[in-house]
């Protein structure tokens, strides 16, 4: 039964981005101002899954500084291989954090986070920003949400800005 319903619940995530996806395109086409389509795809990532905290920080001077977001109060500034939106600009890839207090070195900004991805974004060859996407409950990341906010991101890059 359990098995069941994480099946039902993938399928339906998976319902959800492939909605999500055209609808982040069109929010995107054409629009050249990055701070507006950061703002528009926080917003539809929120609005579509009700994760805690949805949001971007952008890599400003050798730090992330905090970008467009969705939810509560956040950290402002990271440092380079800080937490794991630090940690993921480092090693350039994807995390996926089944419970964030067991991530050596996590930035606490909300007591609420239980679990949390963290795509980069890059601009030849480097990243450029990061997006973090936090959860109430634990492990609610997987690879569908890794493959799908990565495609995201490279929407984004293609993007004029």
């Known amino acids: 039964m359990a098995e069941e319903l994480r099946i039902a619940a993938t399928t339906d995530k998976e319902a959800r981005y492939l909605e999500l996806l055209p609808q982040i395109e069109s929010l995107i086409a054409g629009e050249t101002d990055q701070t507006a389509n950061l703002a528009n795809v926080a917003a539809a990532l929120h609005q579509t899954f009700g994760f805690l ?3 971007f920080y952008i890599v400003k001077n050798g730090e992330l500084v905090l970008g467009p977001f969705q939810g509560p109060i956040a950290c402002t500034r990271i440092g380079f291989g800080r937490g794991v939106c630090g940690t993921a600009w480092k090693e350039k890839k ?3 954090v089944p419970d964030v207090e067991k991530f050596p ?3 606490a900004c909300s007591g609420e986070s239980k679990s ?3 795509v980069p974004g890059f601009s030849n060859g480097e990243v450029a920003l990061v997006l973090d996407v936090d959860s109430k409950r634990l492990n609610e990341f997987d690879t569908a949400d ?3 906010l990565e495609h ?3 929407m984004l890059a293609r993007s004029p800005h």
């Open 105 to 107: 070195g996590h930035i």
């Open 53 to 55: 905290w949805v949001g």
């Open 152 to 154: 995201i991101m490279k």
């Open 116 to 118: 949390e991805i963290v």
């Open 94 to 96: 994807t995390l996926i």
């Open 146 to 148: 890794a493959v799908h």
